[in-house]
Nanobody, 127 residues
């Protein structure tokens, strides 16, 4: 059974940076598109970024475009989310997930194609 394990979250101040990692325990990581999502308290889970299997195509939510960068290292079965210029509204639990289909551009209904969700990592940004 595939497991995705996120790490790298923490408590930072506004303007700081964090890099999240998501390690895929499966053998087919390089065959899947990957995505980052987040869920703030009292809010629905929302899309953050996605990357295709080879890392050549990416797509971001408008709220993070220009500040966050998704990347992957298929040799390490890991997808990353570099988060710069963090703001209090970025506070959330961040999850990674994988999809057999690249969803670029990402539409609201596309979250259904993602599975094998990780347990999440908390990111808290203080003002």
């Amino acid at each position: 059974q595939v497991q995705l394990v996120e790490s790298g979250g923490g408590l930072v101040q506004a303007g700081d940076s964090l890099r999240l990692s998501c390690l895929d325990s499966g053998r087919t990581f390089s065959s899947y598109a990957m995505g980052w999502f987040r869920q703030a308290p009292g809010k629905e889970r929302e899309f953050v970024a996605t990357i295709n299997w080879s890392g050549t195509r990416t797509y971001y939510a408008d709220s993070v475009k220009g500040r966050f960068t998704i990347s992957r290292d298929n040799a390490k079965n890991t997808v990353y989310l570099q988060m710069n210029s963090l703001q209090p509204e970025d506070t959330a639990v961040y999850f990674c997930a994988r999809s057999p289909i690249t969803k670029i551009p990402f539409r609201d209904g596309d979250v259904g194609s993602f599975g094998s969700w990780g347990q999440g990592t908390q990111v808290t940004v203080s003002s």
